[in-house]
């Protein structure tokens, strides 16, 4: 592949070895990604996939009509992919997100609510990268936002489609993948690197690439509180 960035949209046709397994990817049932990531890992490494289930309504929601799969490599290492493939409603209260993410052994996929995307993105803005593109695709997702809560499936297919949106300029503007490991809640490097899966806890913190610069600021706030304090 000769560069970087590129974007799929459900397509297979490609010379590149490194994009032959997006093919069997693409034939996966929705059905496994309804499982716990261990048991979609086990699921893929086995090839046990043969045996279509029944969708039930409550659990697998309703299919994102406007989605797309985007990929991309990091430094000719690929592919990495993104796309929410489902939405559904919980307890009519709700809703919550299928993010489906492609490292390149395998897909994973888990449910996520709109509290844990916006917590990421909000991340973005006290980062010093520049993430024009994911803010203002989250700028977007605010504008069309309802101020009170609404599950009306119109609005929540509009909803997913902006949330992918972001999602994807996070990808594009990523320098690692790894930024999504904290909104999964796996380690995604740690699958792509040791064929295994490694769980951490809701709030840890797995921004890698930012980590130099956290500990700047870090650095910068002991040093403006010593400042402050010698007053």
Request: charged residues 25%; hydrophobic residues 40%.
């Amino acid at each position: 592949m000769s560069s970087d960035w590129k974007v799929s949209y459900r397509s297979t046709d490609s010379d590149d070895d490194r994009f032959a397994d997006l093919a069997r990817i693409n034939t996966l049932p929705d059905w496994v990604y309804l499982e716990t990531i261990s048991r979609q890992i086990e699921i893929q490494k086995t090839n046990n996939f043969s045996n279509e289930k029944v969708l039930s309504p409550t659990s697998s929601g309703h299919k994102n009509e406007y989605s797309t799969f985007a990929i991309r490599s990091y430094d000719n290492d690929g592919p990495y992919g993104i796309s929410i493939i489902r939405f559904r409603i919980i307890k009519n209260q709700y809703a919550e997100y299928l993010i489906k993410l492609k490292v390149p052994k395998m897909c994973i996929a888990a449910w996520k609510r709109y509290s844990k995307i916006k917590k990421m993105a909000h991340s973005l803005f006290y980062s010093p990268r520049n993430w024009r593109n994911s803010i203002d695709s989250w700028k977007c997702v605010q504008r069309n936002k309802n101020f009170t809560r609404n599950i009306k499936l119109d609005y929540l297919q509009i909803k997913a489609f902006l949330l992918e949106r972001f999602l994807q300029d996070v990808l594009y503007e990523s320098i690692s993948f790894n930024i999504f490991s904290n909104l999964i809640g796996v380690d995604l490097l740690y699958i792509t690197n040791n064929d295994k899966t490694l769980f951490f806890k809701e709030d840890d913190i797995f921004f890698k690439e930012d980590e130099i610069y956290d500990n700047i600021f870090i650095n910068c706030f002991v040093a403006l509180f010593a400042i402050l304090a010698s007053y």
